[in-house]
């Protein structure tokens, strides 16, 4: 409001109006997207962490609190190495972090640790976003997949005893997918009939190691199991 002194009518206040209307509009619709975006992030079901171009600790989800053990007030502002990182590979992962931040990563395996010590899997991706060229923030999404891991342990633990009990019973198994007519030959049974590790397994090539006095009994037997 601005007042002046007018030669006919006296002292006189003018007042501008701009009309805002559309601003406020555009704030209240930016705000509320912001507010979706931070819904979206705080209620995914996988881990999030976001961090800076310097690496700090911008963000993390209630997800990535309850996977790690470790709280939002924790991680904030901290930078590398970052307390998830297991101490014999923090070297390791130190210069990997480095290289993570110049390039985007898409189903990286990597093994962290939790706040009580105990070791997870997750698979990670990194998506950097930009304003005009330039980082402006990495997001990175994890996905547990410890139970996996273990699976896949106990299965390769569960094969190395079953060879170790083949090997020593010099007892060998082979298997025959139907469907495909692939079949498998295991290391022992290869080394009690003297069969190449490059031989290509085959129903002939199996025949031809049974007895020819067991053929006949061999045929029947296997008829039999597939009827």
Do not use: C
């Amino acid at each position: 409001i601005t007042t002046f002194d007018h030669p006919a009518y006296g002292k006189v206040a003018v007042s501008v109006h701009q009309d805002i209307t559309r601003n406020m509009e555009m704030a209240a619709a930016l705000q509320a997207s912001e507010s979706f975006n931070v819904s979206l992030l705080e209620n995914a079901p996988n881990p999030v962490v976001v961090t800076s171009p310097d690496n700090a600790v911008r963000y993390v989800n209630a997800a990535f609190e309850t996977l790690t053990g470790y709280s939002r007030a924790e991680l904030v502002g901290r930078k590398p190495p970052y307390p998830w990182w297991p101490a014999e590979i923090t070297a390791q992962l130190e210069t990997a972090n480095v290289t993570d931040g110049t390039k985007e990563l898409n189903r990286t395996e990597r093994r962290y640790q939790k706040k009580n010590g105990e070791r997870f899997w997750v698979v990670l991706s990194i998506k950097t976003v930009t304003v005009n060229g330039e980082a402006q923030f990495h997001i990175g999404n994890w996905m547990d997949i410890t139970q996996r891991k273990e699976m896949e342990e106990a299965l390769r633990a569960s094969e190395e005893r079953l060879v170790e009990a083949q090997t020593v019973g010099h007892v060998g198994n082979w298997d025959w997918n139907l469907q495909t007519d692939d079949m498998y030959w295991s290391a022992e049974y290869r080394r009690i009939h003297g069969i190449a590790p490059e031989t290509r397994p085959s129903m002939e090539f199996f025949m031809a190691t049974v007895d020819p006095a067991d053929v006949g009994m061999v045929k029947q037997a296997i008829e039999d199991a597939l009827s």
